[in-house]
């Protein structure tokens, strides 16, 4: 009898069917022999499914005839408590509880990966408690006194076709989990852990779900260490705006238009350039949804990554950049290129523009819209940021040496370099780890107000606003409520994370099975970093010196007659800009949100 237990699939089933005496008793009799038999395929890793339903029922089964007619031993003395314990070791017991209450059906893979099969869509996830367990051993942060490990979640869409954007099918949703710890103050991948992949075009309208079941396998999970037994608590999930639209079942409408469009406050889209400050809005913060499932005031949680690197700060360049060649005819590309240029050398920012930059780049013609260039220039966040930098320490000595005699022009200019201020300090507020979370509130509502106060008396009343601009007005109650600086909601190394997942997928030619390929390659690169030496701590924040302070403002306050010609051609920025917010609700595009489909796509226009 006991050969038809060895297998792990025939040892479940011969459990289940046990409804005699004769098996029962032999259950009694052996029940430690089968019980180490079954911690021994579990070490293995065998291959075995599940099914809820007849587990579940066949567990009550076999656990009312046990209590009704035979007397328990093993020192179990007729407890029920301790023989259901007993059997839930058996029956239940993974490591994931709450999943397999969760999921129509749950198969571990061999090397611990977990195949979790919802209803419409699968997933592939880690084993969370090894992963964990092994990574906080090496790390060494945790104190005596911690009895809770806070984390963060992380989702994006990750493109891994080779032919273009729009092949959907090798879109992949990639959720990944940072530790927040006082210990971690640096930006290093090696905290951005990869905890589950699935198949975009399958859990995109089941973001929700997806994410209540990756919360409870962090809630449900237990870590030991040193002696004790953590317990894990999700603080915020964070993402680009797509993400958390979905997440939080809101339209993908990044403009001024329509209503119910912002997750994070009641102001309808129609009615956001009424709203000009941080104080304004403060009244129409939404309040959390407790039902939903998800952290409290997850709501709040706005990417400053995408909100700003690749969002204002990219509008900002290609809007001064256009502005500046309209107030100073002097200003030809080739000579911002050679000024730009000039200025990455002294703030040692040459390496990396070196590769990427050249003065066609600045060829923006004025009289004409090109929407191709969709009111950016072709550059990635990160790029963005340094030669925004750039440019406006240009602009500013340009300025300064260039007898400029027609004052209303001499004021335009320092609009615009306030406004590039404003902009570079909020980018660079975002990414500091080191900030009192108290000087960052202040410094932010500061930063913002004067932002939006500059936007307007640069471009007047035509400038409209859009989604990752509105953000910025509710950083403020987020840091509130978190305590926390904003570079651990930011995505920029997540993103990069990403990049590290394709890496991993290049090394197979399996595509049938995207999800296990990238699950199987990083739990196995995860192993390896176990055995690597620990390597110098690197900081996120890289500011130059940036000096948070304003200098005078009353330019900010004067209105000033354009004539019809400079009038047109901010009309054409200004119309460049929103052409760009219009494309991203149906177009993929890879410096910003991820491909949107039009059945996602509901704009309540006026």
């Known amino acids: 009898m006991l050969g038809s237990c060895k297998k792990a699939v025939d040892m479940i089933e011969y459990l289940i069917n046990s409804r005699n005496g004769e098996n029962l008793r032999y259950l009694q009799e052996n029940f430690d022999l089968l019980y180490d ?54 029956f239940f017991e993974e490591g994931m509880e709450a ?15 977990f195949y979790r099969e919802y209803p419409n869509y699968p997933a592939m996830t880690i084993n969370l408690k090894e992963d964990m367990e092994g990574f906080i051993t090496k790390e060494g942060f945790l104190t005596p006194s911690d009895n809770e490990i806070n984390v963060i979640l992380y989702g994006d869409d990750i493109d891994t076709t080779k032919i273009g954007h729009n092949n959907k099918n090798g879109v992949v949703t990639h959720i990944g989990y940072k530790i927040y710890h006082k210990n ?4 290093q991948l090696k905290y951005y852990r990869t905890y589950s992949v699935s198949e975009s075009k ?13 919360v409870n396998d962090f809630k449900n999970t237990v870590i030991q260490y040193q002696n004790r037994q953590l317990s894990i608590k999700i603080i915020a999930i964070c993402g680009d705006n797509e993400f958390l639209q979905l997440l939080h079942g809101y339209k993908l409408n990044w403009r001024d238009i329509g209503s119910n469009n912002c997750r994070c406050c009641f102001v309808d889209g129609r009615n956001w350039k009424y709203y000009r400050s941080v104080e304004s809005i403060e009244g129409m913060i939404r309040p959390s949804d407790l039902s939903n499932g998800l952290p409290l005031n997850n709501h709040l949680i706005s990417d400053p ?30 000579y911002i290129y050679q000024g730009i240029m000039h200025h990455a050398t002294l703030l ?22 090109d929407i191709t260039k969709k009111g950016k220039l072709p550059l990635s966040g990160s790029n963005t940021l340094y030669i925004l930098r750039c440019f406006y320490e240009f602009l500013k000595a340009y300025i300064s040496y260039t007898n400029i005699e027609d004052n209303n022009d001499r004021i335009k200019a320092n609009q615009l370099i306030i406004y590039l201020q404003s902009v570079l300090g909020l980018c660079y507020l975002s990414q500091d780890p080191e900030i009192d979370v108290g000087v960052l509130k202040v410094e932010w509502v500061k930063h913002t107000n004067i932002f939006f106060k500059s936007t307007y008396a640069v471009f007047g009343e035509r400038y409209r606003q859009f989604t990752k601009m509105h953000n910025t007005l509710h950083i403020k109650y987020m840091i509130d409520y978190y305590d926390l600086q904003l570079f651990h909601f930011s995505t920029i190394r997540f993103e990069s994370a990403n990049a590290r997942i394709k890496q991993l997928l290049l090394l197979s030619k399996n595509r049938r099975n995207i999800s296990k390929t990238i699950i199987t390659k990083s739990m196995y690169d995860s192993y390896l970093e176990n055995f690597k030496e ?73």
């Open 348 to 369: 040692n920012y040459d390496k990396p523009l070196k590769s990427i930059l050249n003065e066609k780049i600045f060829l923006v013609e004025l009289e004409e819209i």
């Open 184 to 187: 971690i103050v640096t930006s």
């Open 534 to 606: 620990k390597e110098e701590e690197a900081f996120i924040a890289d500011n130059r010196n940036w000096n948070y302070d304003f200098q005078n403002m009353d330019c900010l306050d004067i209105s000033l007659n354009r004539c019809d010609a400079e009038e047109s051609l901010l009309e054409n920025i200004v119309y460049s800009i929103n052409q760009s917010l219009e494309s991203q609700n149906t177009t993929y595009d890879n410096d910003d949100e991820t491909y949107q489909e039009e059945s996602f796509y509901d704009s309540d226009d006026d």
């Open 99 to 113: 999943p397999i209450k969760k999921y129509t059906y749950v198969t571990t893979i061999s090397n611990g990966i």
């Open 37 to 90: 038999l079954d911690i021994r395929r579990r070490e293995k890793k065998k291959s075995f499914t599940l099914n809820v339903d007849l587990i579940r029922n066949s567990f009550q089964q076999v656990k009312k005839y046990y209590l009704k007619n035979f007397t328990m031993s093993q020192g179990l003395n007729n407890d029920e408590s301790n023989f259901e314990e007993m059997l839930n070791k058996i």
């Open 202 to 214: 399958k859990v995109k309208k089941n973001y929700a779900s997806y994410l209540k079941a990756c």
């Open 305 to 334: 990554f995408h909100d700003l690197h690749e969002g204002i700060a990219s509008y900002a360049l290609y809007s001064s950049v256009c502005y500046s060649k309209i107030l100073f005819s002097d200003l030809t590309s080739s």
